[in-house]
Nanobody, 116 residues
Framework: QVQLVESGGGLVQPGGSLRLSCAASGFTFSSYRMSWYRQAPGKERELVADITNAGGSTGYADSVKGRFTISRDNAKNTVYLQMNSLKPEDTAVYYC?????????WGQGTQVTVSS
């Protein structure tokens, strides 16, 4: 059974940090490009960051560049999103995504709320 399970979300103050994790199982994790998306109420789902299957290349939305870092540990079948200098605009449900060829898997999401 394919599973992507996000964790690490929560409530933080502006300027704070969170580290999200996505634990994968049921597929060959090291073959997949991994991404983090987010969706705020009333808004489209947005690509936040992605990383190639070997971790050699990363990309970020302009809105998070310099603040967020995506990484992966293929030995642990886990992808991470380190979020620093959080802003209220970062408040959203964050989703983990795995892609390879025609395969496209999603996690259930984890809520991140940035508020004072």
């Amino acid at each position: 059974q394919v599973q992507l399970v996000e964790s690490g979300g929560g409530l933080v103050q502006p300027g704070g940090s969170l580290r999200l994790s996505c634990a994968a199982s049921g597929f060959t994790f090291s073959s997949y490009r991994m991404s983090w998306y987010r969706q705020a109420p009333g808004k489209e789902r947005e690509l936040v960051a992605d990383i190639t299957n070997a971790g050699g290349s990363t990309g970020y939305a302009d809105s998070v560049k310099g603040r967020f870092t995506i990484s992966r540990d293929n030995a642990k079948n886990t992808v991470y999103l380190q979020m620093n200098s959080l802003k209220p605009e970062d408040t959203a449900v964050y989703y983990c995504n795995a892609r390879w060829y025609v395969y496209n898997y999603w996690g259930q999401g984890t809520q991140v709320t940035v508020s004072s």
